[in-house]
């Protein structure tokens, strides 16, 4: 039994990541990205890129950089936690929303449907790497126009994969949910769990 929460970098500006972390009762310290022009940059979509493939490959890429940095600093035994969730209708991968316009266009194009929710998550320290990918069906009720203006207006899309938020207004819009709940708001804890419980194990062991 572990007595102490593990330790580790959270290589994310995401509250909602924070406060998930909190609720597994994890010891966490925020590593932001020295560039943010840089870490968007990451996020870039390779053509006919599949959503599994696509949030895996974002979520490593994340991990390096960060663990290059601490490696750098010469903080390298500290495990670092990244993760990265995308939101896919079909084989179209819906990112964050460019502007309200955009917003409202996968709003609708959510309406009545179900989609998939991924979010990749992994844990790096030193030459060890933990990997794992939540995978979430979402569906929508049909929406009004009438309600797709109001949460435009809200301004709760900003920043978020497919254009809402579970935890918020967008409670209202979902019909059903298979997968976890936890992983469509940005990080499964069920995973994440594990991956730390690896992390602190292999560092207890050396």
Do not use: N
């Amino acid at each position: 039994m572990q007595t102490h929460p593990p330790f580790v970098y959270l290589a994310s500006q995401s509250p909602r990541r924070r406060e998930l972390l909190r609720q597994l009762g994890v010891e966490f310290e925020v590593l932001l990205p020295p560039d943010t022009v840089a870490a968007e940059a990451l996020e870039a979509l390779h053509p006919r890129e599949a959503a599994g493939a696509y949030v895996r490959r974002v979520t490593g890429l994340k991990l390096e950089v960060a663990l290059t940095r601490l490696a750098l600093q010469g903080d390298d035994g500290v495990p670092v936690l990244c993760a990265d969730t995308t939101v896919a209708l079909d084989r179209q991968i819906l990112g964050k929303p460019a502007d309200e316009a955009d917003a409202a266009r996968m709003l609708h194009a959510l309406s009545g449907r179900t989609h998939r929710v991924l979010t990749a998550v992994a844990v790096g320290a030193g030459a060890w790497r933990g990997r794992a990918l939540s995978v979430s069906h979402v569906r929508f009720a049909v929406l009004r126009t009438a309600d797709v203006v109001a949460y435009v207006a809200s301004g709760e899309w900003r920043g978020k994969a497919g254009g809402y938020a579970i935890q918020g207004r967008a409670a209202a819009f979902i019909a059903h949910l298979s997968g976890s709940y936890s992983g469509v708001m940005g990080l499964p804890l069920f995973e994440t769990a594990g991956l730390l419980r690896a992390a602190q194990a292999r560092r207890q062991a050396q």
